[in-house]
């Protein structure tokens, strides 16, 4: 079947550290990916995807490639901030159109 | 800018009462989407909707139903409410083809005492 699975968290890093949140997949066929982030209090909002092997997406200094080979769909920012503190989830959809998600890593940003 | 609002986002309960939690949106999406999200677990489907009065089972519908009369509107319901059900639910929408993402609104607290 269909899996996202995410690396645990929380992650703590100081402002301006580089940051990398591993996501890897299963799934049958191929599928969209997506990286959602939920700042504290708020529902999701997308942040970036990518729709096909190869493809970069990329969006607020955030950017994910899409890994065939690997499975694999990891998050990275160059130099994060205090404002980057959120929970971040990683999904895929499938060619039923039903996203399935991780379980969200929780990332707290120190100044 | 797509906006999906859901009517509460806090609400209070007690166990066996009826409960609705409705989502509205604004960008004539044929898809619309039910999710609880709890600890650890991340988001989990509770029942999709890919057209008015057409309804899907995702993966944990137990408990639960849904409505769908408008195609605007989708109405998630407790029908006895439990302390199980205690979570944080997820409404969500999306056009119909499928690389598009779904957008999501800002979520209902529910506590089932």
């Known amino acids: 079947g269909n899996s996202v699975t995410q690396m645990e968290g929380p992650v703590t890093l100081s402002e301006e550290a580089f940051l990398t949140i591993n996501c890897t997949y299963t799934?049958?066929?191929?599928?969209?990916l997506f990286w959602y982030v939920q700042y504290p209090g708020e529902g999701l909002q997308l942040l970036l995807k990518a729709t096909k092997a190869d493809d970069k997406g990329s969006n607020k200094g955030f950017e994910a490639t899409y890994r065939k080979e690997t499975t694999s769909f990891h998050l990275e920012k160059g130099s994060v901030q205090v404002s980057d503190s959120a929970v971040y989830f990683c999904?895929?959809?499938?060619?039923?159109?039903?996203?399935?998600f991780g379980q969200g890593t929780e990332l707290s940003v120190k100044p | 800018d797509v906006k999906v609002t859901q009517s509460s986002r806090y609400l209070v309960k007690r166990t066996g009462e009826k409960v609705f939690l409705e989502c509205v949106q604004d960008m004539d999406h044929e898809n619309m989407f039910w999710y609880r999200q709890d600890p650890g677990l991340g988001l989990r489907l509770i029942y999709f909707s890919y057209d008015v009065k057409m309804k899907e089972k995702g993966d944990i519908p137990e408990g639960y139903s849904v409505s769908r009369e408008k195609k605007e509107r989708f109405s998630l319901i407790l029908e006895s409410a439990s302390t199980n059900q205690t979570s944080m639910y997820l409404c969500?929408?999306?056009?119909?083809?499928?690389?598009?993402?779904?957008?999501f609104g800002p979520g209902t607290r529910l506590l089932v005492l």
């Open positions: 799934a049958t066929g191929y599928p969209s």
């Open positions: 969500a929408s999306s056009p119909s083809w499928v690389g598009e993402t779904q957008y």
């Open positions: 999904a895929l959809k499938n060619q039923g159109g039903k996203l399935i």
